[in-house]
């Protein structure tokens, strides 16, 4: 009887200290802390919300012209009569074209030279002085000279695209598989590993998921570059109708084109990200 009060007792105990214990409060900015992707969802889409309606407000009450900042519903407007009536949609292509060869040809020479910089001195020590140099060097410096050797076709502007991306691709890589753990190729080492096999069973698949981010985050920079390269002796692409829309003070459409550019952009990081989900599903950690 006396057993059975006083368990009753520290049971009771236990739950008045369970009760007075404060429970912290959740903050709705906590440092590093993940959030679920519902919630990742709501405040992409509440930026969005939030910027259109300031757009909107601008030219409501005036604080700029609406001669050079037309509303939303204008800019659509103007996409669609630009997709409809003007074959846009030809000019879409022509740009993602040209993004794509550039890019790719880009990834084909910065991913193996970024690769064998990172992993031997040597190498590094003869290639990244002039890696270096050229990556201090203005891309559109570079438009006369193109404009010499490849004319006013496709070649110019995809060797523009081209400069503006390999070197920072190169040194960016580079970086990337020096962070290679010590660690692990020792360890391969020490198994009989030679140079070629460490490299390609070790260096080569630990530093490739942030070789893919690399590749990611200089795509952008390549769409970055992508109306310079057409604004000069151009007849098609997007930068090509933003210059003829400039001739006649046709702003929505030229925002209708900076629109498509960021949608374009948005839809490449997309695939990348998807990507790199498909190559390293042990990278990515499930978010409530």
């Not at 369970?18 to 906590?30: D, G, I, M, N």
């Not at 992409?44 to 939030?50: E, F, L, R, T």
């Not at 438009?143 to 190169?170: E, H, N, R, S």
């Not at 985050?217 to 970055?224: F, H, I, K, N």
């Amino acid at each position: 009887m006396s057993d059975a009060r006083a368990q009753s007792k520290d049971v009771g105990s236990g739950d008045v200290s369970a009760r007075s214990t404060p429970r912290r409060k959740r903050r709705w900015l906590e440092y590093k802390t993940p959030i679920s992707r519902r919630a990742t969802i709501n405040l992409g889409i509440a930026v969005w919300v939030v910027f259109f309606v300031l757009w909107e407000a601008i030219v409501v009450f005036e604080w700029v012209n609406a001669l050079f900042l037309p509303p939303p519903e204008k800019v659509v407007m103007g996409l669609v009569k630009l997709l409809v009536e003007d074959g846009f949609l030809f000019d879409i292509v022509v740009s993602v074209y040209r993004i794509a060869i550039s890019f790719g040809l880009a990834c084909l020479v910065a991913v193996p030279l970024g690769i064998l910089m990172g992993s031997f001195k040597r190498v590094e020590a003869f290639v990244n002085p002039l890696v270096s140099a050229w990556r201090y060097l203005p891309a559109p410096s570079f438009i006369p000279l193109l404009l010499m050797w490849f004319g006013t076709g496709d070649g110019q502007k995809v060797a523009l695209l081209f400069i503006g991306v390999i070197w920072f691709l190169i040194t960016i890589i580079m970086d990337h598989v020096k962070s290679v753990r010590t660690e692990l190729i020792e360890t391969s080492k020490t198994l009989g590993g030679n140079r070629f096999q460490v490299l390609l069973t070790v260096v080569i698949p630990a530093s490739m998921p942030n070789i893919l981010v690399a590749m990611r985050q200089m795509l952008a920079v390549s769409w970055t570059y992508l109306v310079i390269a057409e604004i000069v002796a151009a007849s098609t692409g997007i930068g090509a109708v933003m210059m003829r829309a400039k001739r006649f003070l046709h702003v929505d459409e030229i925002m209708a084109c900076i629109l498509v550019i960021g949608l374009l952009g948005l839809t490449f990081d997309f695939l990348f990200r998807i990507l790199h989900r498909v190559l390293f599903p042990y990278l990515n950690t499930e978010r409530r």
